[in-house]
């Protein structure tokens, strides 16, 4: 495969369980964010939950990893058990302060809470800055 | 890869893609890529001779 394009280079894989409820929706947003502010690189849990080797692979191997649940239900945490993944820099957006059950449609407000909270994870971490290809997975 | 895969006596075709558009089927997070039969086994790094002649095994 090419080895000149969307090579990780240590960057911080983004996986969100992107639920159907405010903090579900409050993950994504969050987390497109992110992505778009160049902190990591959002990728597709649903790739990883259908267990199909290119994700659950990258997962294996990709070092710095941010796995974010709306609540805790955990469907990004048991999607990780079922495939025999590691758990790392796991983010509830109910133990933020944020409640289950308000508006679909996320409050700036509270997608900035669940932002911040995330990039205090890695604070002090050297992360690579993310590059602008988005060719391998949305 | 070649080298690992001549050495193990198998005869298959080893390609290397860099059509961006067909890596993306295969889901992959980053490149170099290896993918034996349908199967992703590595992403973001270049894999052992001794990597590869254990999923050649397989």
């Known amino acids: 495969m090419a ?20 903090v579900g929706q409050i993950s994504n947003q969050a987390v ?3 992505t778009m502010e160049g902190f990591g690189k ?7 939950g259908g267990k199909l080797s290119g994700f ?26 079922e495939n025999g993944l590691t758990l790392r820099n796991h983010v509830v ?6 409640e289950k059950g308000g508006p679909l449609k996320p409050s700036q407000e509270e997608v900035d ?5 995330t990039r205090g994870l ?10 602008g290809c988005s060719c391998c997975c949305g | 890869m070649k080298s690992a895969v001549a050495k193990s006596g198998i005869t298959d075709e080893v390609g290397k893609l860099i059509d961006m558009m067909k890596i993306a089927t295969y889901g992959v997070f980053g490149t170099p890529a290896v993918v034996i039969d349908g199967q992703v086994k590595a992403v973001g ?3 052992t001779k001794d990597e590869v002649k254990s999923w050649l095994a397989q």
């Open chain 1, 3 to 22: 080895d000149d394009c969307c090579t990780p280079n240590g960057q911080v894989m983004i996986l969100a369980c992107s639920g159907g409820s405010n």
């Open chain 1, 32 to 34: 497109v964010e992110l």
């Open chain 1, 42 to 48: 959002i990728y597709c849990l649903a790739g990883v």
């Open chain 1, 56 to 81: 659950v692979q990258s997962v294996k191997d990709t070092p710095n990893l941010l796995v974010m649940d709306g609540c805790p239900v955990g469907c990004a945490k048991a999607i990780f058990k």
């Open chain 1, 93 to 98: 957006v109910t133990e933020l302060g944020i």
């Open chain 1, 113 to 117: 809470t669940v932002k911040e909270h």
């Open chain 1, 122 to 131: 890695f604070a002090g971490q050297s992360l690579p800055k993310a590059g």
């Open chain 2, 45 to 47: 790094k270049a894999p």
